[in-house]
């Protein structure tokens, strides 16, 4: 399978777009560049900036922010796998623009993007930032690698 970021202008293009959200701070069930979004807005509004995913009214259902800590049903992955052509293709590589989730609670329930030996995410308290993709605290909570398909 042709993988979407197969192209180094489309990966340039994702790298432009990642930066340009970095210091957004972290606000709940928001994505707007500049001013707050949490992961899930977060990586939804990065692919459709790209014109990856067609944003739409209601994409996003509410959530408490909570919801994970509640609920096993892993309303996160189905969600991209239903709006996004993604496989998952484990922890064996990583690709950039590769969506990797987190298990929080009992659930996925984070999202990063993977770029150059990083990820780019919506942090509680803190926003947008970038770390290191082997960091400690993140790697042992990893639960899925989506990888977008052309």
């Known amino acids: 399978m042709k993988y979407y970021f197969d192209s180094p202008n489309k990966q340039e293009e994702l790298k432009k777009i990642l930066d340009s959200w970095m210091g957004t701070p972290f606000r709940h069930h928001c994505g707007v560049k500049g001013f707050g979004t949490d992961c899930i807005f977060f990586v939804a509004k990065i692919f459709e900036e790209l014109g990856v995913l067609e944003w739409r009214k209601n994409l996003i259902l509410s959530y408490p922010p909570d919801w994970h800590l509640h609920n096993t049903k892993q309303r996160l992955l189905e969600g991209l796998m239903k709006e996004l052509n993604v496989e998952n293709v484990g ?60």
Request: proline residues 0%.
């Open 91 to 150: 922890f064996d590589s990583f690709l950039n623009g590769d969506i990797i989730l987190y298990h929080f609670g009992k659930a996925a329930s984070h999202a990063s993007i993977f770029f150059d030996d990083h990820v780019y995410q919506a942090v509680n308290n803190i926003g947008v930032i970038r770390l290191h993709y082997l960091d400690e605290t993140w790697n042992k909570r990893k639960k899925y690698n989506l990888r977008i398909l052309a």
